[in-house]
């Protein structure tokens, strides 16, 4: 059984950093990526960036390019998300997922954590 637990959530005032972890355990054999999705309250959730199990490959949306960093260690099971120059529209609730595919978009994921919240004000 899949489980993810994301940690590293919080406040932080804009311009500040934070750094999320996913722990995974029970990972399926067809997985190829884990990946960060947010959703912020009245949107629909969207992807971040992702992670290709097989060579590190990444991809990030647009508008968080330059500004955050995904990282795996594969020893600890765990995918970190760094966050850097956070923005007010960065508030969300993040989740980690596991991919079937190297995607950003939800199709593509089966198994999710339950989230971490990441508020980003003055």
């Known amino acids: 059984q899949v489980q993810l637990a994301e940690s590293g959530g919080g406040l932080v005032q804009p311009g500040g950093s934070l750094r999320l972890s996913c722990v995974a355990t029970?990972?399926?054999?067809?997985?190829?990526?884990i990946g960060w999705f947010r959703q912020a309250p009245g949107k629909e959730r969207e992807g971040v960036s992702s992670?290709?199990?097989?060579?590190?490959?990444?991809l990030y949306e647009e508008s968080v390019k330059g500004r955050f960093t995904i990282s795996r260690d594969n020893a600890k099971n765990t995918v970190y998300l760094q966050m850097n120059s956070l923005k007010p529209e960065d508030t969300a609730v993040y989740y980690c997922a596991t991919g079937r595919v190297f995607v950003l978009q939800e199709w593509g994921y089966d198994s999710w954590g339950q989230g971490t919240q990441v508020t980003v004000s003055s």
């Open positions: 029970g990972l399926p054999w067809n997985y190829h990526a």
């Open positions: 992670i290709s199990i097989s060579d590190g490959d990444t």
